[in-house]
């Protein structure tokens, strides 16, 4: 399996990015994909994910500003990020779950300054 990223870079507070990932290799049907972030010096954690049956979970800290969503027939995901925040810098990583087992994207940067 393999997952490329896209769509990082440099925003001003209050911007715009949109990330895209597809997927490729021995995705079953089955499966969830999604988004994870990691800031310098922190964990990474969960940004959003969508299932292919088209349920989506939100970090708190994103609801109301992110969208996911996702072309099954192509395994590929898209993360529309509104109203972004100096918080939200980090790097991004595509994620699948699929039969139990997990593969990461090579990660996109996305960095809001002024």
């Known amino acids: 399996v393999q997952l490329q990223a896209s769509g990082g870079g440099l925003v001003q507070p209050g911007g715009s990015l949109r990330l895209s990932c597809a997927g490729s290799?021995?995705?079953?049907?089955?499966?969830?994909m999604g988004w994870y972030r990691q800031a310098p010096g922190k964990q990474r954690e969960l940004v959003a994910i969508?299932?292919?049956?088209?349920?989506?979970n939100y970090a708190d800290s994103v609801k109301g500003r992110f969208t996911i969503s996702r072309d099954g027939a192509k395994n590929s995901v898209l993360l529309q990020m509104n109203s972004l925040q100096f918080e939200d810098t980090a790097t991004y990583y595509c994620?699948?779950?699929?039969?139990?087992?997990?593969?990461w994207g090579q990660g996109t940067l996305v960095t809001v300054s002024s």
């Open positions: 969508i299932s292919s049956g088209g349920t989506r």
């Open positions: 290799g021995n995705i079953f049907s089955d499966n969830t």
């Open positions: 994620y699948v779950l699929t039969r139990g087992a997990s593969y």
